[in-house]
């Protein structure tokens, strides 16, 4: 198989031949900082679109009734500008945190490979493997308007298995599906193409590899949930 040829193709690559995406990523690392710039800068189109449609009476009534129960100091930051600069630093520091950490795991975890990456070399690799969640962006802004923008802004990120679900602020599981990316399944097949492409690995332990850091975090804090 070629790699991409160039770093446009690459991202189109991601979604029709992540071995072709990964097999360039392994020869041209710098390439990898594309799709974490886009990552970054898409939660500002969506928001800003999404604060743009939405009658803020109408969120902050609702958003109002809510923090009351859950979080009343908050009630007090409840304008516009404050809230979407919360939603946009919110989806920059989780995507990026999340690049650290798949990178941390996967540099970690290919150890024992005697193909060796560096952690930025992984880095590169969680930025493309979270790069569907540019697609997510879109799906929401064109939810956001079919529905002109009468969304509550905790459900209005389809990224997120809230998205779907629409759990209010009151509801214990909210912060957990707000969190739950839906694009899960996406993310494990990337990881897994970029295990099976940088690796020796046999391909049920570079699905282990793949799955069991997000897995094993949401299990473990659906369970807190339960037992707390």
């Known amino acids: 198989m070629n790699p991409s040829s160039n770093p446009l193709i690459m991202l189109v690559d991601i979604f029709r031949s992540p071995s072709a995406c990964f097999l360039a990523l392994y020869q041209r690392g710098a390439w990898g900082w594309q799709p974490y710039v886009f990552l970054i800068l898409t939660p500002f189109l969506f928001w800003g679109a999404y604060f743009e449609m939405v009658d803020f009476e109408w969120l902050k009534q609702g958003l109002t009734e809510q923090l009351s129960v859950t ?34 795991w996967f540099n970690l975890a290919a150890k024992p490979s005697q193909h060796q990456h560096g952690f930025w070399k992984w880095f590169a690799a969680g930025a493309v493997i979270t ?6 962006d879109l799906a929401s802004y064109i939810s956001a308007l079919l529905k002109h923008g009468q969304v509550m802004v905790y459900a209005a990120d389809l990224n997120s298995l809230n998205g779907l679900l629409k759990l209010p602020l009151t509801n214990e599981w909210s912060q957990f599906a707000s969190s739950f990316p839906l694009l899960l399944p996406w993310y494990i097949t990337l990881g897994y193409a970029a295990v099976g492409t940088w690796t020796e690995f046999e391909r049920g332990q570079a699905l282990v590899i793949a799955a069991l850091p997000w ?7 659906a369970l807190y949930i339960i037992i707390f």
């Open 71 to 104: 979080n009343p100091q908050q009630l007090a930051l409840l304008d516009a500008n404050t809230l979407m600069a919360s939603e946009i630093i919110s989806d920059m520091a989780g995507r990026t945190l999340t690049i650290l950490m798949l990178a941390f």
């Open 131 to 136: 790069f569907p969640a540019v697609l997510g």
């Open 215 to 221: 897995l094993a975090y949401y299990l473990i804090w």
